[in-house]
């Protein structure tokens, strides 16, 4: 993988013809929050003073700028609007900024278009204009059902009011998602078993459940560094891992990625875009693109990734000048697609499929070592379909015990 710092150096007249066709995903960062979460290592800016229809403005002129960049003009298959606190953008943005995706690209039919938002009331109740200005799906950040961890948090609800904002969104969307937030320290089988529970009767489509990691930069590592145990050890946390798979497939909500549980029909399609290796372009201060360039030789492939300015002053400013604010860009050659699509698709529950891998980027010998494959199903970490003809692996996947391991049999297998 090489990195650029230079901008200038790229430009769509190097770019070969003929790229994949997969779906493509818009990324909205609006990196402005009321509060920072202690556990938050995301481009998040506590701000109160800046100027919402500039940044509403150039959002729109960034996108325009990105589209260009793309070997050819596809439909949006889904737009996410993340933070930051998107629940805090003003409707009638948001509402360009979906009138404007739409005019630059256009949309897919039953495009997904999701807005994160925080479980406050007046968020909540923003989130009725949010409905009428376009959006159609709702991820929540609740964290959690007890008043004591939301503290711990650093959240600024409590359970009785996140439980009255939901009520509240769901009269107007259906789809609706909610992140849970466990293995803090402390936490219990049974205290963890008691809050999952109550997420699990509220009957919503889709749940995604993360255990507490620490991130540097975050004011948690710090505490961390200081010798205060904030997280419960690994082996507690897969017991409470394993917990969360039982009580979630009980429920009739699979597990379709390790973190991520849906009813049939209503899995996040813009995450399993991304997960699926599939092209997006990201707008907004400290946004991330990447999509393919493309060849019909995969020895031709090249994948591209984008980064724009984290500072939401300099990227303003940088995309008022000049039209964007791109700071960094990667180009990575056919092997380091395939890492990206091993990496990423064995979280999902229908892992990798081989043959479009090899497809796209060349004999799997250069990119998968085998024999440490083999080694990872016959120690019952990994599954795998076999072609019925040439008995050649097409299909790869992680198993339960897998799933616990995913790190160290990504660093055994891929090359």
């Known amino acids: 993988m090489r990195l650029h710092s230079c901008y200038s150096r790229f430009s769509p007249r190097q770019m070969p013809a003929n790229p994949p066709k997969t779906n493509l995903g818009l990324y909205v960062h609006w990196p402005f929050c009321r509060h920072k979460c202690p556990y938050c290592d995301f481009n998040s800016h506590v701000s109160t003073t800046h100027d919402n229809a500039a940044f509403g403005a150039a959002l729109c002129q960034e996108m325009t700028h990105m589209a260009a960049l793309l070997p050819d003009r596809r439909a949006l298959t889904s737009l996410f609007f993340g933070g930051g606190t998107p629940s805090l953008m003003p409707p009638n943005i948001v509402g360009k900024i979906i009138s404007h995706a739409e005019k630059t690209f256009g949309f897919a039919p039953a495009i997904e278009i999701t807005a994160e938002a925080n479980p406050t009331s007046i968020e909540a109740q923003v989130m009725t204009e949010f409905f009428h200005a376009g959006v159609n799906r709702v991820s929540m950040g609740v964290q959690s059902f007890d008043d004591e961890i939301l503290g711990f948090l650093g959240r600024e609800h409590t359970a009785a009011e996140a439980l009255s904002a939901l009520q509240t969104v769901r009269r107007h969307f259906d789809n609706l998602s909610i992140d849970l937030i466990y293995a803090t320290a402390g936490e219990t089988m049974a205290s963890w078993r008691k809050s999952l529970s109550q997420a699990l009767a509220l009957g919503l489509p889709h749940l995604s459940l993360y255990q507490l990691t620490i991130e540097p930069g975050t004011a948690f590592f710090t505490r961390?560094?200081?010798?205060?145990?904030?997280?419960?050890?690994?082996?507690?946390?897969?017991?409470?891992?394993?917990?969360?798979?039982?009580?979630?497939?009980?429920?009739?909500?699979?597990?379709?990625?390790?973190?991520?549980?849906?009813?049939?029909?209503?899995?996040?399609?813009?995450?399993?875009?991304?997960?699926?290796?599939?092209?997006?372009?990201?707008?907004?201060?400290?946004?991330?693109?990447?999509?393919?360039?493309?060849?019909?030789?995969?020895?031709?492939?090249?994948?591209?990734?984008?980064?724009?300015?984290?500072?939401?002053?300099?990227?303003?400013d940088a995309v008022q000048t000049t039209g964007h604010g791109i700071d960094t860009h990667t180009i990575d050659t056919a092997t380091d697609y395939a890492a990206e699509m091993m990496m990423m698709g064995l979280r999902l529950a229908d892992g990798v499929n081989i043959d479009r891998i090899e497809a796209l980027c060349g004999p799997q010998e250069g990119w998968l070592d085998r024999a440490a494959m083999t080694q990872a199903v016959a120690d019952g970490w990994l599954d795998s379909q076999k072609d019925s003809q040439t008995g050649s692996d097409t299909q790869l996947w992680l198993t339960a015990a897998g799933r616990l391991r995913l790190n160290h049999i990504l660093a055994m297998i891929l090359r």
Do not use: K
């Open 224 to 316: 961390q560094r200081t010798g205060e145990q904030l997280h419960l050890d690994d082996d507690h946390a897969a017991d409470l891992f394993e917990l969360t798979q039982s009580l979630t497939a009980d429920a009739g909500l699979t597990a379709y990625e390790i973190s991520n549980h849906a009813r049939p029909g209503a899995a996040c399609q813009h995450n399993l875009n991304y997960w699926n290796a599939g092209d997006w372009i990201g707008i907004g201060p400290g946004a991330h693109g990447r999509f393919c360039l493309g060849s019909e030789d995969p020895a031709g492939m090249q994948r591209v990734g984008t980064a724009t300015r984290r500072s939401p002053a300099g990227w303003l």
